[in-house]
Nanobody
Framework: QVQLVESGGGLVQSGGSLRLSCTASGSFLTINSVGWYRQAPGKQRELVATWRTDGNPYYPFTTKGRFTISRENHKRTWALQMSSLQPEDTAVYYC??????????????WGQGTQVTVSS
């Protein structure tokens, strides 16, 4: 059973920083790609950063220059460093992974979500 477990998050003042981490546990072959999403109340879940299969990170304009995704090679952990946080960054943040669990089977996995609240 593959699980993603997040850590980090919390309350921070506007302009502050936070770091989120995610670790994959269980039995699988390969982590193909990883990322972070967020969902604010009343809004759809949106991408904030992803480490693509081509080995390059991607950020939407809403987080580019402020957020940094990192991944430890050959390990099951990836992180999201967030800086210059603003109240509009307040949301529940989810880590994501596309994982090859068997030779011909790939599945999407999500973390449990962690609350990030930015006060003005």
């Amino acid at each position: 059973q593959v699980q993603l477990v997040e850590s980090g998050g919390g309350l921070v003042q506007s302009g502050g920083s936070l770091r989120l981490s995610c670790t994959a546990s269980g039995s699988f072959l390969t982590i193909n790609s990883v990322g972070w999403y967020r969902q604010a109340p009343g809004k759809q879940r949106e991408l904030v950063a992803t480490w693509r299969t081509d080995g390059n990170p991607y950020y939407p304009f809403t987080t580019k220059g402020r957020f940094t995704i990192s991944r430890e090679n050959h390990k099951r952990t990836w992180a999201l460093q967030m800086s210059s946080l603003q109240p509009e960054d307040t949301a529940v943040y989810y880590c994501y992974a596309l994982i090859t669990v068997e030779s011909t089977v790939r599945r999407d996995y999500w973390g449990q979500g962690t609350q990030v609240t930015v006060s003005s």
